[in-house]
């Protein structure tokens, strides 16, 4: 079988990622403490799971005050039970946005630790209070928010700001070993913000869930596994969904140097809605997969190895794209079918074949008719006499469970590198929006900045799909700024879109560092609404596992950081949380 331990093909442009995966994972059946290289971020950012909050904690709803009639009702939909989290050496203040229904009022203040009220403003149907948190000192903050009419108190709440000047760290490398893999969710039903991620806490890699409140405290009291127990989970994807949390995972094969790829379902109380599959049927995979979420079931889609021929010389056959899901009607797996699989070498290349990226990631996005699959699959390009990573997207009917027409590339009239990279979600109406890195060809060939002379351009895209998977407007660049960055995650927001993403900007200047950076986008996702803003202390190395979740105006997010490692050759990736706000 091909392999990336034995001199197997990496695939397009070797990376920083590639290199740290065989640094850290290992292969075959090996139980290493150190995480595989690969990424994923699935499902929507929010999810109404119907359910009241889970585990310990305030009781849910508790960043919203119900006052009796001819009152007025208060919230704070920044705030998640009843409580935030603020770093102050990315937001020195912050706008806190006040909410009200019910009796009316011509005003609203607010109290930080029972000191003078400050006064908020309005802003079209809500309230709006600057906070000058870095004034306030570390710890936790008691805030009380009164309306008033005509001098009267008409309602108020209270909540909890927790004020530090640091990203919050949730995983010890020397305690639980490597974290990463990463999910964020935001579920308002249960007033909680949802996280999975994979580590080595129980001594062996498993993918965890827990719940938190808006300060990053966890809910539970201990982490829930929801990887098979028993199993070695390398590394682990999740899709969000209101009926429960579809887990994908990778297991060592043993007496081999790749991967089984698994499937199983829980609720959101981690309890089993659907026994572990073997989805690879004991054959194997290479390391990405990812978990697709749908109303009616969830899914798997995976780089599949098949055996090689008992004849050495033969060929080795191509690898292939698959996709299987779970229906929860029927409780039975649909499944596993072939989207896509390495293309010959077209003419006139002389390239070699057309192969699937194994470096590259995979997404899955679903609305009730059909699941998108986007991943790269390599394009032969003349004008540079190349192969190139390209993004293809496929799409599955559910009704049938079979492939519609044939995957698509993106974009591939150009010779940007489409790899490293990309996140596709499912809106509310059930179109899609696509976000991914590519490069900035034409700064490439004439370069734009000083730093275009050393360091690549590489900027986010966005495209825009229909309900049915088809698009018709080509993606463009969200802004244009020098240096490279990668890994970008997407959630819709109230003024446009959610960003999340690897930045290596600062690297344009003496003493930069792979940092990552947060920001809001417009509508129509063709420009930045707020100052270029890394995250303060970040130090990311590819892949970084990035993922965010909207709450109210703000947004959670999470990756994997090396501020404790040395570089690739010392890789001590830790998860750290924080939280982007807006009004």
Not at 48 to 53: C, L, S
Not at 104 to 121: E, L, N, R
Not at 549 to 569: K, M, P, Q, Y
Request: glycine share 10%.
């Amino acid at each position: 079988m091909r392999s990336m331990c034995t001199g197997g093909r990496w695939g397009g442009a070797a990376s920083a990622a590639a290199l740290l995966f065989l640094l850290t994972a290992g292969c075959g059946d090996s139980s290493s403490n150190d995480e595989p290289v690969v990424t994923g971020d699935a499902g929507a950012d929010t999810v109404d799971t119907g359910a009241g909050g889970s585990g310990g904690g305030s009781e849910a709803g508790s960043d919203v005050a119900v006052d009796a009639p001819g009152k007025t009702t208060l919230s704070l939909p920044q705030f998640v039970r009843g409580a935030a989290r603020v770093n102050t050496a990315a937001f020195a203040q912050i706008p806190l946005v006040i909410e009200t229904t019910g009796a009316a009022s011509d005003a609203v203040q607010v109290k930080v630790d029972d000191g003078q009220p400050i006064a908020a403003v309005a802003d079209g149907t809500r309230w709006v209070a600057t906070l000058d948190t870095k004034a306030m000192g570390n710890g936790s903050h008691p805030i009380v928010v009164s309306s008033l009419q005509s001098g009267a108190q008409t309602g108020t709440l209270s909540a909890t700001l927790s004020v530090a000047s640091d990203s919050l760290q949730l995983t010890d490398y020397a305690t639980v070993g490597p974290g990463f893999n990463s999910n964020f969710a935001h579920d308002k039903a249960g007033d909680r913000i949802a996280l999975t991620w994979t580590s080595v806490a129980s001594g062996h890699h498993q993918t965890f869930l827990n719940f938190f409140d808006g300060a990053f405290q966890k809910l539970e009291a201990s982490d829930l596994v929801i990887s098979e127990p028993s199993d070695t989970a390398l590394a682990g994807w999740t899709a969000f969904g209101k009926e429960g949390i579809g887990v994908v995972y990778l297991t060592p094969k043993p007496n081999d140097v790749h991967w089984l790829v698994k499937m199983r379902v829980v609720g959101w109380d981690g309890a089993e809605k659907m026994a572990t599959a073997e989805l690879t049927e004991g054959e194997a995979a290479f390391h990405d997969a990812q978990a697709g979420a749908d109303p009616g079931g969830f899914s798997a889609a995976w780089l599949h190895i098949s055996p090689p021929p008992a004849d050495p010389n033969e060929p080795l056959p191509p690898v292939e794209l698959r996709f299987a899901r779970y229906d929860l009607a029927s409780a039975k797996m649909v499944g596993p079918i072939t989207l896509d699989s390495d293309q010959p070498q077209p003419s006139p290349s002389t390239q070699g074949a057309l192969r699937l990226e194994p470096l590259a990631e995979i997404n899955v996005a679903c609305n009730k008719d059909v699941c998108l699959v986007s991943y790269t699959r390599n394009v032969y390009n003349a004008y540079v006499d190349l192969n190139i990573p390209k993004l293809h997207i496929a799409v599955v009917d559910l009704a049938t469970g079979t492939m519609k027409g044939t995957p698509t590339a993106v974009s591939d009239g150009d010779w940007d590198t489409q790899m490293f990279g990309h996140q596709l979600i499912a809106l509310e109406d059930g179109s899609f929006v696509m976000v991914y890195t590519a490069t900035d060809t034409a700064a490439a060939v004439n370069p734009k900045s000083p730093c275009d002379e050393t360091l690549e351009r590489d900027l986010l895209f966005a495209m825009k799909i229909s309900a049915s998977g088809t698009w018709s407007d080509p993606p463009a660049p969200i802004f244009d700024f020098e240096g490279t960055r990668q890994y970008p995650r997407i959630a819709v927001h109230p003024a446009g879109y959610a960003l999340f993403w690897e930045d290596q900007r600062s690297e344009c200047n003496p003493n930069g560092h792979l940092r990552m950076a947060m920001n809001v986008a417009s509508p129509a996702l063709d420009q930045l609404l707020d100052p270029y803003l890394e995250v303060p202390g970040s130090v990311g190395l590819p892949p970084e596992y990035p993922t965010l979740a909207v709450t109210g105006t703000n947004f959670a997010v999470g990756w994997s950081d090396n501020r404790h490692g040395n570089g690739i050759l010392d890789s001590k990736s830790e998860i750290f949380l924080d939280s982007y706000w807006r009004k």
